[in-house]
Each structure stands twice: as C-alpha cells, then as structure tokens.
C-alpha cells in the first residue's frame, strides 16, 4: 500500500508557491506582451515546471528546471522537433515554482507495484493543494509531448491533430525525476488553478486516467544511465541531475503505473508571483 504522508517537525506551515503566469492562458494560447523579452533564470529557483524554451516563444514545449539547469521539449519543426533544449533560463508563458531554499513538509514513497500515478498523486494531496518532486520508476510510462508551441491564440485542445500529432509515448521501466501539483477535488479557488486543470493528468485534454479525488499536473525528465570506463553511472539524488542523464521532457498522464516512488512534498500555504528570478533580455539569448 501507499505510504501515509510523514509530516517533518517544524514545517507545518507549507511553502509559499509562485507562479509566472497561468495554465490557462498556456492552453488558450495567449501569450503576455513581455512574454519575448523575458527569461526565468534557472538558478534563481529550486525547481520549476509547465512550459518553455530556451530559445524563444516559438519554440516553447514542456519544461522542467531542476538543480540550476532548464530542460525543455522543443516544438521547432521538422527533425528539431522534440530535441533536448538545455539552458540556464527559459521563456515561458507558464511556470509553476518551488522557490529557492524551499523545503519539504514530507515524503511519500514505498507504493505497491502497479498502482496508478492518480492514486499517487491523490495521496500526495490528502491533506491540501501539495507541489512534490522526487524520483519515481514507472512499471509502464504513459506520457505526451506538445507538437506546436502554445502561442497562437486558440486552445491547445481545440486540434489535436495539430497540437498533438506525435503519438504518446509509452515506455516500460522508466525512471524519471518528476515535479507536479494535486489538490483534492473541490478544494476551491486557492490560487492552484494557475497550475491544475481538468484533464492534467489525461492526454492532451482528455481526462483519462483522472483521480475522481483529486487533480493533478505532472512533468518528469525522461532519465538515462550512462556507461562509461568506471562502469554504469546514474542519478541518485537532485543533485546529481545533470544533462547528459536526461533523454526529454514530458507530461506524465495519470494511467502511468508504478514501481516505486520517492517523493519530497510541498504543502501549499500560499500562492504569490515569482519576481526574483526573472531577467528582461532584449532578444532571444540563451
């Protein structure tokens, strides 16, 4: 069975989540007036998620940030499609963040072998909205990649033939280091729908696979071990995350199973703008 939720001493408080700007223009395609002409630095935060580039607007796809660095899935065309972007700030649209020195309230782990990344998430927020991070292995990874970048004016679910017309990926063993949010069903307008919408843990909009308790929104980081003259090397820890242990970026639908989890939990206590790790840049820099 899950685990119950083990709260740290001292940190009942939670953590103060900030965003740069909302889930929902993402989808609708909106896209600020600042929006090409500002970066989040990857340094500036202790993780982040939703959408990015490291290139510009036009190639924006899913992204996370994790230990300094931004990991994007680009959606610039043709054989580009899809690569690994890199960098050390992102343009976004849309960004959900742990804020530097963010520490967390409590973990979940030790789940049995095939429960659903919704039952997962569900347990992660039986006691209120909870940003969470962490490591998991996935006895079979249902996952999907945008196509196009989310900037033209009309939902991402209106074609999904254009917006997603690569098929899902699926994938058996994967390990992935994850970040996302889930707050039970009903919880109320708390600031959390800047980051969760129905049908974030199905497949570009469709609800499948959704916790009838609870909502949630998941990227992980594809990882890979790497085989060198010492032997095997892979990513124990956040602070071992580094490029060359990442395949890609993906949005992780609730129907994924799992082998096992390691999960860090952020209970939210307030939903504030992110400031301090946002630099203006006269043109695309990165």
């Not at 963010?102 to 973990?107: M, N």
């Not at 079979?140 to 254009?162: M, T």
């Not at 994967?174 to 129905?198: Q, S």
């Not at 990227?219 to 071992?240: Q, T, Y």
């Amino acid at each position: 069975l899950l685990s119950r939720r083990r709260r740290m001493p001292g940190l009942l408080m939670g953590t103060k989540i900030e965003f740069v700007g909302d889930v929902n223009d993402v989808i609708a395609g909106k896209v600020p007036s600042d929006a090409e002409h500002r970066v989040l630095a990857a340094d500036a935060v202790r993780s982040a998620f939703i959408v990015g580039s490291t290139k510009g607007i036009d190639s924006m796809g899913e992204m996370l940030i994790a230990n300094g660095r931004a990991y994007c899935c680009s959606t610039e065309p043709g054989a580009l499609k899809h690569r690994l972007l890199v960098g050390d700030a992102v343009f976004t649209t849309g960004a959900c963040v742990l804020p530097k020195g963010a520490e967390s309230d409590g973990t979940l782990c030790d789940v049995e072998k095939g429960a659903s990344w919704s039952t997962v998430c569900s347990r992660a927020c039986e006691n209120g909205p909870t940003v969470f991070s962490g490591f998991v292995t996935f006895e079979q990874l249902e996952a999907v990649q945008v196509a196009e970048p989310p900037i033209h004016g009309e939902s991402i679910f209106s074609r999904p033939d254009f917006y997603y017309s690569v098929p899902p990926l699926e994938v058996h063993g994967a390990r992935c280091y994850v970040m996302g949010a889930a707050a039970p069903v009903g919880a109320g307008e708390d600031g959390m729908e800047r980051v969760l919408y129905l049908g974030g843990a199905g497949i570009a909009g469709v609800s499948g696979g959704a916790s009838s308790v609870a909502i949630s929104h998941t990227h992980g980081l594809l990882l890979r071990s790497i085989f060198d003259a010492d032997g095997c090397k892979s990513v124990e820890s956040e602070d071992d995350l580094r490029p060359e242990f990442v395949d890609t970026v993906v949005h992780i639908s609730g129907q994924s199973t799992v082998r096992n989890v390691d999960l860090q939990l952020f209970a939210v206590d307030a939903v504030v703008e992110h400031e301090d790790g946002l630099v203006y840049v006269p043109k695309a820099c990165c």
